[in-house]
């Protein structure tokens, strides 16, 4: 099958238009492009949104993971609970802060973090689990919650999902978001640490700049832009239309890849799944079906480049090793055209 389309079709794109660009536009006008008034607009909005008491930007998800374990004073000897089938920026924070990642098994269905695995690797030095809502799809929150430990929200991938009647980021103790160029909303790079705790925030807010205080202690360079921010302001305006948007494309690969030989998403009632990615398990031949659909001119890829465990050469995850090798990403933004998400769907069906 050749393309009937001209270009190349991305696995993810940014959705980026006029008014980004206005308001980047007005704040370079403005002489005032480092943190300032657009930062604590784009802090309150987030934390509106969010439901929660407040927000400190910074300048990447890994930024915003780093100082949230700082601020629970998570340090050497400590362990911290992380899922084994996520995003490398969560074990680099880990270790940033020089605690010990102990790597937890996910669930078949969810592919988040697995709560009664979690359970067993609790000890006395457990000092938090960072949970990401993976693909889009909220954890099992109230199962983790019900462990005493404190939980970091990692709601890079689900900004805008919802847990029960709640928005996640409401949950943990403190919650992290990226915007990055292909999450749910971006700045280019960017992040944000939310809490309903005021001391916590406190902490990040002042570990995040470096310069003009009384004492010393090591602090960093976190901050985001105003540049970032008024950007920021105009995505997550725009977010409940890139999240529709979203859910009709699902629905659309929902509707006509069933029946064939892939695994689809599963999705939980209680849950609202907002399709950061749109994830199918294939029974064999993953790398050949992504080169294959490369010729036929979709991007698709693994979910997840690598499972840590590959990382610390360790073993023992079983569930893990069995989703990464099976599961594929499709091209799932708001831009995709109709037109482009029929033709992935033939691709996918000839493969
Ligand atoms: C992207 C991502 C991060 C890291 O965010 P950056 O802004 O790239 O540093 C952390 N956790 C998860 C789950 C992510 O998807």
């Not at 943190?35 to 309150?44: A, I, M, P, Q």
């Not at 697995?114 to 199962?143: C, N, R, S, W, Y």
């Not at 482009?340 to 493969?351: E, L």
Request: net charge neutral; aromatic share 8%; proline share 4%.
């Amino acid at each position: 099958m050749k393309t009937d389309l001209a270009e190349f079709i991305s696995h993810s794109r940014p959705t980026l238009g006029d008014e980004e660009k206005a308001a980047v536009a007005e704040v370079m006008a403005s002489g005032q492009i480092a943190e300032g008034e657009k930062v604590h607009l784009f802090e309150r909005e987030m934390s509106q949104y969010i439901g929660v008491q407040g927000a400190v930007a910074v300048n990447s998800g890994s930024a915003a993971l780093h100082l949230a374990l700082l601020s629970l004073k998570v340090g050497a000897g400590d362990q911290v609970i992380i899922p084994v089938y996520t995003c490398t920026a969560i074990l680099n924070a880990v270790c940033y802060v020089k605690a010990e990642p102990v790597l937890v098994d996910v669930d078949p269905h969810s592919y988040n973090l697995e709560p009664a695995k979690a359970k067993k690797a609790l000890t006395k030095k457990t000092k938090a689990i960072i949970v990401p809502h993976m693909f889009g799809q909220a954890a099992d929150l109230a199962e983790l919650s019900a462990l005493g430990v404190p939980l970091i929200e990692d709601c890079a991938q689900a900004l805008g999902a919802g847990y029960q009647d709640k928005k996640v980021g409401g949950f943990g103790v403190l919650s992290v978001y990226s915007f990055y160029a292909t999450k749910m909303i971006t700045t280019g790079e960017g992040g944000m640490v939310t809490s309903n705790q005021a001391d916590l925030l406190t902490t990040v807010r002042d570990l995040r700049h470096y310069d003009q205080n009384e004492s010393y202690k090591i602090r960093y360079n976190y901050k985001m832009t105003d540049i970032a921010a008024a950007m920021g302001r105009v995505q997550l305006g725009k977010l409940p239309q890139m999240l529709a948007r979203r859910k009709q494309i699902a629905q659309m690969y929902l509707d006509n890849l069933g029946g064939l030989d892939f695994g689809l998403p599963h999705i939980y009632a209680d849950r609202e799944h907002v399709f950061y990615r749109f994830v199918i398990l294939v029974s064999g031949g993953l790398e050949e079906k992504i080169n294959q659909l490369r010729k036929m001119g979709i991007d698709c890829t693994r979910p997840v480049y690598k499972p840590l465990h590959h990382y610390l050469s360790q073993s023992g995850f079983p569930v893990a090793q069995a989703v990464w090798e099976q599961a594929l990403s499709l091209p799932i933004y708001p831009t995709l055209r109709d037109e482009q998400i029929r033709y992935i769907i033939r691709s996918v069906q000839g493969v």
